[in-house]
């Protein structure tokens, strides 16, 4: 009989970030344009790094690799809301329930333990620079690119071990756009305290851990750019700044999240919205407006690809194949 019960929810419903009728296709336009800015501005960076030899360095290496995660961030659940948003019933099956939290918590910490990566190389660039090209071979790159996706899997592995055999028998309302653990495991036919516990302990070490890294890391950067004063360090203090804003924006609303999970749902939405939607899209522009090698390798890209007669006579060749 029990059994029978907690078979019952074969789906959840997705609240989503509004209940308005006449703002959904609003939202939808926001987002839709937001999410195609996200993969135009990462994309970019990833070709402007792999098409420019002057940026086959560990720095850009591990640039462009942040820039795939959070393409895969803005993904896991972007494209289903914005169907949503369109559409009369939001729901989602189960098992398409589990994929969104594996990968939210695959991604986001991924991007954790590589942003603490890109901190060991800016330390070693910085405080080591005689034995920087030493140290950072191109084997300890590709390392500093695997551990972030392997502690991403073995915490998200560990966190749908807290889910999967939870007993749902109603209600089945996540109020999200997408399956966030803490709220689907609220819906648990069982007391889930001791759950939620564990949860918030597994996200919480890995956050506050990574972010702990990420302070002694540049904190030890910034005290040997502080004592040195030449030209090199001016450069390194504009590096600095574009690596902690991404740190800060990315880790403000994790933290706040799974520290303090028992904030209200609306903090929550607002703060889900920011680090899937707005810190994959301003990573890009932080590091772009920054850098000044990142923006010359963008004007050589566009200069050889969107010359002004090539694009006119793209356009002539269109016009002409319309016509006939």
């Known amino acids: 009989m029990n059994?029978?019960?907690?078979?019952?929810?074969?789906?959840?419903?997705?609240l989503g970030l509004s209940s308005s009728k006449e703002l959904q296709p609003f939202l939808f336009l926001i987002f839709l344009l937001l999410y195609l800015s996200i993969l135009l501005g990462n994309f970019l960076?990833?070709?402007?790094?792999?098409?420019?030899?002057?940026?086959?360095?560990?720095?850009?290496?591990?640039?462009?690799?942040?820039s795939f995660?959070?393409?895969?961030?803005?993904?896991?659940?972007?494209?289903?809301?914005?169907?949503?948003f369109l559409a009369e019933r939001k729901t989602i099956s189960f098992e398409a329930c589990l994929v969104q939290i594996f990968c939210v918590h695959l991604f986001a910490g991924g991007e954790?333990?590589?942003?603490?990566?890109?901190?060991?190389?800016?330390?070693?660039?910085?405080?080591?620079?005689?034995?920087?090209?030493?140290?950072m071979s191109r084997r300890v790159c590709i390392i500093l690119v695997i551990i972030p996706w392997c502690v991403g899997f073995i915490h998200t592995t560990s966190q749908l071990a807290f889910t999967v055999?939870?007993?749902?028998?109603?209600?089945?309302?996540?109020?999200?756009?997408?399956?966030?653990?803490?709220?689907?495991?609220?819906l648990a036919c069982i007391d889930t305290y001791v759950v939620s516990l564990l949860i918030v302990a597994d996200s919480g070490f890995l956050s506050m851990s990574s972010f702990l890294l990420l302070v002694?890391?540049?904190?030890?950067?910034?005290?040997?750019?502080?004592?040195?004063?030449?030209?090199?360090?001016?450069?390194?203090?504009?590096?600095?700044?574009?690596h902690i804003t991404v740190v800060i924006l990315f880790f403000g609303p994790c933290i706040f999240i799974y520290v303090w999970p028992f904030s209200g749902y609306s903090v929550d939405k607002v703060l889900a919205v920011f680090y899937t939607i707005f810190t994959p899209i301003l990573n890009p522009v932080i590091?772009?407006?920054?850098?000044?090698?990142?923006?010359?390798?963008?004007?050589?890209?566009?200069?050889?690809?969107?010359?002004?007669?090539?694009?006119?006579?793209?356009?002539?060749?269109?016009?002409?194949?319309?016509?006939?």
């Open 3 to 14: 059994e029978t019960n907690y078979s019952r929810v074969t789906e959840f419903v997705l």
């Open 45 to 66: 960076i990833i070709l402007t790094v792999t098409s420019d030899s002057r940026l086959h360095t560990p720095m850009y290496f591990l640039l462009a690799n942040l």
């Open 69 to 84: 995660i959070d393409i895969c961030v803005a993904s896991f659940a972007t494209p289903k809301m914005l169907v949503d």
């Open 112 to 135: 954790m333990v590589l942003l603490v990566s890109m901190a060991y190389d800016r330390y070693v660039a910085i405080c080591k620079p005689l034995h920087y090209t030493t140290i």
């Open 165 to 186: 055999n939870l007993p749902f028998c109603g209600p089945n309302q996540v109020d999200s756009f997408f399956c966030d653990l803490p709220l689907v495991t609220k």
């Open 216 to 242: 002694v890391s540049y904190t030890v950067i910034l005290i040997t750019v502080r004592n040195r004063s030449s030209a090199s360090m001016a450069k390194a203090r504009s590096t600095l700044t574009a």
């Open 287 to 324: 590091y772009t407006l920054r850098n000044k090698e990142v923006k010359g390798a963008m004007s050589k890209l566009r200069s050889r690809y969107l010359k002004p007669g090539q694009v006119s006579a793209l356009i002539r060749n269109v016009l002409i194949m319309e016509t006939k």
